[in-house]
């Protein structure tokens, strides 16, 4: 009796080393020698049929290792046995790990917790010299998504590890010499949400927007013995209106410091803060005094041309005398010259057009100021010349140039003024005296008809009618111009009608089972990307899950959703008789669809 005891109590420590033998964990290190300069990637992988409450690992505190980010993945593997399918799972944690000093390092053992245990991955040893070792991961800057921050207490201590640096190339300037001003983000934590909430103010000076970030694009930066990750949000180019110390005002952004994540290690909660750079002072120094009495306040370096449309003008039709101005500096500053012309030409408005370049760390363009003339007689005349006057910062002086004047010859015109025809542009516009035509009236005298009283009831009656019928038509073409008009609300508004004629266009499974499982997913995504207002071209179900939740859709919809995918991923390859299964499945599709349809009305 007591050896059968000890028999069952060993089947049935066997039976649970068993179960438990049904997941395991390993781990590796890309590399086992790196440079101080490089980075190391630790890679988790678990795998079993059942994980449940699995954690995420977590990389501890260390004076060896600096913590870069971490990204994570899973994949699922189906295998159809008979009617029933099974499933394992494989989860792939990755670690960014940076090196802190030279030397044999140790990547600890990390704790793995899952189905109520807990294993460990083995150690590693690393060796780190100086410099950076071919053959691996140079080091850069981690993911905007993926630092590693710590965990804030106060705000005092977000401040220190979060803040907007202001910085200018110069701390002293001339009356209109540009200076740059550049706005850096530093954080040492994961962000979202950031916006600008206060404008720069630039008082006394005149502000060029050179750079706003569209998208947030880290670099990583060491201050202190600190790493951040920054991010340049703006870039200005300033000119100083007139001397004296000037201050200025820096952004204000709003975001939110990310500090709980889940266990896919996606952030869901954080704290909102506004962070704000230091004001900065700079000395504008006034131009020297002897400056000639047409100088305008352009300070750079700049040319001027002048140049003649047609080449052969002719009287009475119009010409133009163009005035072009290039350079580097203040372009802004530059006006229309003050010209005279010959008596008898008219002139007429001043076209000014141009092109100001800000891709360089210095501001440039060109300014086009075209005079059209209209010459009213034949002969020799000559066009004024036009000056320019700047301060030159290399010379440290002003400087004047010219262009012009300019012989014309203006030959015959073909018509003279003459028979209330005038040529005022270079355009023709006629002015024609007497176009005025009357109206032949076929009756003497016009008379007032008489309604019949029935008449009047009809038209009291018809008139509801006649007003709904109206409406009627009024919203059915404003709806079918919308739905023509905006592309994105004809997609939302058909997006289930599309998706069902989609599915009844599946083929046969028997015919085409690959292209049965790829029509019916493409149904699913594009429904949801057209309800989303998403491109159907690149729509993942993983990375619109978060989106359909905001739309409180289930998440048991959403995970029935996602094993659909699964599944009909499974099916292309899937050996045997897959008919049954594709009805289920195709049945499955539109019974999900129209459950996240009702969802989003």
């Given at each position: 009796?007591?050896?059968?005891?000890?028999?069952?109590?060993?089947?049935?420590?066997?039976?649970?080393?068993?179960?438990?033998?049904?997941?395991?964990?390993?781990?590796?290190?890309?590399?086992?020698?790196?440079?101080?300069?490089?980075?190391?990637?630790?890679?988790?992988?678990?795998?079993g049929d059942e994980l449940s409450g699995l954690k995420k690992p977590v990389f501890p505190e260390s004076d060896e290792w600096a913590f870069m980010g971490s990204s994570q993945s899973s994949s699922t593997n189906f295998q159809l046995i008979g009617t029933k399918m099974s499933r394992s799972i494989t989860y792939t944690f990755r670690f960014t790990l940076a090196p802190q000093k030279k030397g044999t390092l140790t990547v600890p053992k990390l704790p793995i917790e899952a189905?109520?245990?807990?294993?460990?991955?083995?150690?590693?040893?690393?060796?780190?010299?100086?410099?950076?070792?071919?053959?691996?991961?140079?080091?850069?800057?981690?993911?905007?998504?993926?630092?590693?921050?710590?965990?804030?207490?106060?705000?005092?201590?977000?401040?220190?590890?979060?803040?907007?640096?202001?910085?200018?190339?110069?701390?002293?300037?001339?009356?209109?010499?540009?200076?740059?001003?550049?706005?850096?983000?530093?954080?040492?934590?994961?962000?979202?949400?950031?916006?600008?909430?206060?404008?720069?103010?630039?008082?006394?000076?005149?502000?060029?927007?050179?750079?706003?970030?569209?998208?947030?694009?880290?670099?990583?930066?060491?201050?202190?013995?600190?790493?951040?990750?920054?991010?340049?949000?703006?870039?200005?180019?300033?000119?100083?209106?007139?001397?004296?110390?000037k201050t200025i005002e820096p952004m204000q952004l709003k975001c939110t410091v990310l500090t709980q994540r889940d266990f896919w290690g996606i952030f869901r909660g954080g704290k909102t803060v506004n962070v704000t750079g230091r004001?900065?002072?700079?000395?504008?120094?006034?131009?020297?005094?002897?400056?000639?009495?047409?100088?305008?306040?352009?300070?750079?370096?700049?040319?001027?041309?002048?140049?003649?449309?047609?080449?052969?003008?002719?009287?009475?039709?119009a010409m133009s005398y163009i005035i072009l101005y290039s350079g580097t500096g203040n372009i802004h500053n530059l006006q229309a010259p003050k010209l005279e012309f010959p008596p008898s030409f008219e002139k007429y408005d001043v076209q000014e057009s141009g092109n100001i370049n800000k891709e360089g760390a210095r501001i440039s363009g060109n300014k086009r100021f075209e005079f059209v003339l209209v010459p009213r007689t034949?002969?020799?005349?000559?066009?004024?010349?036009?000056?320019?006057?700047?301060y030159d910062l290399k010379s440290k002086k002003y400087v004047t140039k010219t262009a012009g004047p300019i012989d014309i010859t203006v030959g015959q015109g073909k018509r003279e003024q003459a028979g209330g025809v005038q040529l005022i542009s270079r355009g023709e516009v006629f002015r024609v005296g007497e176009d005025i035509r009357y109206i032949a009236p076929d009756a003497k005298r016009l008379q007032m008809g008489t309604l019949s009283s029935g008449g009047i009831v009809r038209f009291w009656y018809l008139l509801p009618i006649e007003l709904m019928f109206v409406l009627i038509i009024f919203f059915i073409r404003r709806r079918q111009d919308k739905l023509s008009s905006d592309i994105g609300y004809a997609r939302y508004t058909r997006a289930l009608r599309r998706a069902m004629a989609e599915l009844r266009d599946a083929p046969a499974v028997t015919d085409d089972s690959e292209g049965f499982a790829g029509v019916v997913q493409d149904a699913v995504l594009h429904y949801l990307a057209d309800r989303l207002g998403l491109p159907r071209e690149s729509v993942v179900f993983t990375d619109i899950r978060d989106r359909l939740t905001e739309r409180r859709i289930k998440d048991e919809t959403l995970d029935q959703i996602e094993e659909l995918l699964e599944q009909l991923s499974f099916l292309r390859f899937a050996p045997g008789d897959k008919e049954a299964a594709s009805r289920e499945l195709l049945d499955k599709a539109k019974m999900l669809i129209t459950r996240v349809d009702k969802a989003f009305k």
């Open positions: 009796m007591v050896r059968l005891r000890q028999i069952c109590i060993c089947l049935l420590l066997f039976a649970v080393a068993a179960a438990m033998a049904d997941w395991s964990v390993s781990a590796s290190v890309d590399r086992e020698k790196i440079g101080l300069d490089d980075n190391l990637t630790l890679t988790i992988t678990v795998s189905n109520g245990e807990t294993r460990h991955t083995q150690s590693f040893q690393v060796t780190v010299v100086e410099g950076s070792v071919g053959g691996g991961q140079a080091r850069a800057a981690p993911a905007p998504n993926q630092p590693a921050p710590p965990q804030p207490a106060s705000e005092s201590d977000i401040g220190e590890d979060l803040f907007l640096s202001v910085h200018t190339d110069k701390t002293e300037a001339m009356v209109g010499e540009q200076i740059n001003v550049t706005f850096t983000l530093y954080t040492r934590y994961n962000l979202s949400n950031i916006s600008l909430s206060k404008d720069a103010v630039f008082d006394g000076f005149w502000a060029d927007e050179l750079y706003m970030a569209k998208q947030l694009d880290y670099q990583r930066r060491t201050v202190n013995g600190k790493v951040y990750n920054t991010v340049v949000i703006a870039k200005f180019g300033i000119f100083g209106l007139n001397a004296g110390e004001p900065v002072k700079i000395n504008i120094k006034p131009l020297p005094s002897n400056a000639p009495d047409d100088f305008d306040g352009l300070v750079g370096d700049f040319s001027i041309t002048a140049e003649v449309k047609p080449d052969d003008p002719k009287s009475n039709e034949a002969g020799e005349f000559q066009l004024p010349k036009a000056r320019l006057v700047y």
